[in-house]
């Protein structure tokens, strides 16, 4: 048998794109626009956000309030939205019938209506011809919520584990693509919530390398003085803000109470709920000290707050002495 010579021809790799840099002259001398603002002022074009809780708390439907809030161009609890924007929120777990309930209700609760349909766009397992939806930790089902993402100003994802379904939860390097559309996304201009839950611990389910990234990390969790009878009823906490500052970053108290066929939301700042609660146990004589353990408060942090309260206002809050026990000395 003849041997015959063949030449192989071997696919050359293709150089690597040279990254971009600029010069601080040139990044001082650029007319880059604002960040326009989504909600103020907590959500802007470009921002990367996560809002985690215990389930059952209410986090899907202050997700779905913030949604409706931006695409109608509505205040909701302290923020506002200046105008209406596109919102695709894409919902991972709730059945058709509970999300058209939820959303009639919620749609009740504002004065205004979407100006047009496509400013409001859901994406939900019902929906779609298997009931599953598209994996956002894959390629394939990054592409496919695409098709509907391109067109929106905000993406709402809710929830992180039933959406990025790829790795292990608390293993950092299963966020890695996730993350990756959600910068694509950032660089295109549009802002990304993600919606997840909390774990045992109290803190964010998974690994914490997901907040590396955002911009904004917002928890709810229970008052100390939670009853089951007040439904939906949390306190929200900034635990990451990096464009928030003074007053835009308290902590609230928020409820969500049932008003007819609609909702109605309500809040007050954390710090005046606490003064509250500092009032009735004086009132009751409770101690100092058991003032701090209902509060949580450290002996510092109490009358730090009932000092800056007592400065605010006319009504001045005396606390009981701290070497007196309720009913008689130490």
Do not use: C
Not at 110 to 121: I, L
Not at 127 to 153: C, E, T, Y
């Amino acid at each position: 048998m003849a041997l015959v010579d063949t030449i192989v021809e071997v696919e050359q790799p293709e150089a690597p794109r040279p990254a971009t840099s600029i010069n601080i002259g040139e990044l001082l001398a650029m007319e880059i626009e604002p960040r326009q603002p989504l909600l103020e002022p907590i959500l802007s074009k470009q921002s990367l956000s996560m809002l985690y809780a215990w389930r059952g708390i209410g986090k899907s439907w202050l997700a779905l309030s913030i949604g409706y809030a931006v695409a109608t161009g509505s205040p909701l609890l302290r923020w506002n939205a200046p105008a209406p924007a596109r919102v695709l929120y894409i919902d991972g777990e709730l059945p058709a019938n509970v999300l058209q309930n939820r959303m009639a209700m919620i749609v009740k609760s504002f004065d205004k209506e979407p100006p047009q349909a496509d400013y409001f766009q859901i994406l939900t397992p019902d929906m779609q011809r298997d009931g599953i939806m598209p994996n956002l930790s894959d390629p394939i089902g990054q592409a496919a919520i695409d098709v509907h993402a391109r067109k929106a100003d905000l993406i709402i994802v809710d929830n992180l584990s039933t959406m990025a379904r790829s790795g292990k939860e608390n293993e950092g390097e299963s966020w890695l693509p996730v993350q990756q559309w959600a910068l694509q996304h950032r660089a295109q201009g549009r802002a990304v919530l993600f919606i997840h839950h909390s774990g045992k611990g109290g803190q964010q389910r998974g690994s914490s390398r997901r907040e590396d990234v955002l911009d904004t990390v917002i928890s709810l969790k229970r008052p100390p003085d939670y009853d089951a009878k007040q439904g939906a009823a949390f306190e929200l906490h900034f635990e990451k803000a990096r464009n928030l500052t003074g007053d835009d970053a308290e902590s609230l108290e928020i409820e969500m109470l049932s008003v007819g066929d609609g909702i109605k939301w309500t809040w007050r700042t954390a710090e005046t709920s606490i003064i509250s609660r500092i009032e009735a146990m004086i009132d009751e004589g409770v101690s100092r000290k058991d003032i701090e353990d209902e509060t949580g408060l450290s002996r510092f942090q109490l009358k730090r707050t009932v000092d800056r309260a007592n400065a605010e206002r006319m009504k001045k809050i005396r606390l009981p002495d701290a070497r007196k026990k309720a009913g008689g000395d130490e």
